[in-house]
T-cell receptor, first 114, second 115 residues
Framework: TQLLEQSPQFLSIQEGENLTVYCNSSSVFSSLQWYRQEPGEGPVLLVTVVTGGEVKKLKRLTFQFGDARKDSSLHITAAQPGDTGLYLCAGSPKDYNQGGKLIFGQGTELSVKP | DAGVTQSPTHLIKTRGQQVTLRCSPKSGHDTVSWYQQALGQGPQFIFQYYEEEERQRGNFPDRFSGHQFPNYSSELNVNALLLGDSALYLC??????????????FGSGTRLTVV
């Protein structure tokens, strides 16, 4: 069974601080996606990383895919209260026979206080 | 352009009852997946429909079944409801294999409470 371990589970920081969320697995993924979910809403895609070692930036957010495509990280610089939400990593299994299944991590609940 | 639409938004059912949840995918999308998200957890894959057939299934019992219609909309049916079925049920759509690079578009979900 493929699993994605996400850490930390909870994070409460002050506005302006930096933070990193980690997503780790013993399995290889063909791609990895990061989503943000707000209460009462569905997850919204932030980024997809496909190539091992790939780094993508989205304003103050930096996403990295591990060289072996087993892990990923999300780094937020100078966090703002608007960044508050549940951050989810989701991997697409390398085995093509697993089709469109996404395996999600447990999520990181981020709270940024003014 | 409408995104993924799910109905109803909230539902309360009694143990043993049956429930049907509905999903209309984003315009242009032909693949629909269903996920169950328990409180404080990440979504768990239930199954995916493509070309009106179940293409893949997660570790859910046969009480969970689905259907996709010719217009790509989909239904999720759950029979003999258990208290543990209480969760947010999410529908996600994509265009065929594009999900690998472009991800899924999720609906806002149906909050099911079983009492």
């Amino acid at each position: 069974t493929q699993l994605l371990e996400q850490s930390p589970q909870f994070l409460s920081i002050q506005e302006g601080e930096n933070l990193t969320v980690y997503c780790n697995s013993s399995s290889v993924f063909s791609s990895l996606q990061w989503y943000r979910q707000e209460p009462g809403e569905g997850p919204v895609l932030l980024v997809t990383v496909v190539t091992g070692g790939e780094v993508k930036k989205l304003k103050r957010l930096t996403f990295q895919f591990g060289d072996a495509r087993k892990d990923s990280s999300l780094h937020i610089t100078a966090a703002q209260p608007g960044d508050t939400g549940l951050y989810l990593c989701a991997g697409s299994p390398k085995d093509y026979n697993q089709g469109g299944k996404l395996i999600f991590g447990q999520g990181t609940e981020l709270s940024v206080k003014p | 352009d409408a995104g993924v639409t799910q109905s109803p938004t909230h539902l309360i059912k009694t143990r043993g009852q049956q429930v049907t949840l509905r999903c209309s995918p984003k315009s242009g999308h032909d693949t629909v997946s269903w996920y169950q998200q328990a409180l404080g957890q990440g979504p768990q894959f239930i199954f995916q429909y493509y070309e009106e057939e179940e293409r893949q299934r997660g570790n859910f019992p046969d009480r969970f079944s689905g259907h996709q219609f010719p217009n790509y909309s989909s239904e999720l049916n759950v029979n003999a409801l258990l208290l543990g079925d209480s969760a947010l049920y999410l529908c996600a759509s994509s265009y065929s294999e594009d999900y690998r690079n472009y991800g899924y578009t999720f609906g806002s979900g149906t909050r099911l409470t079983v009492v």
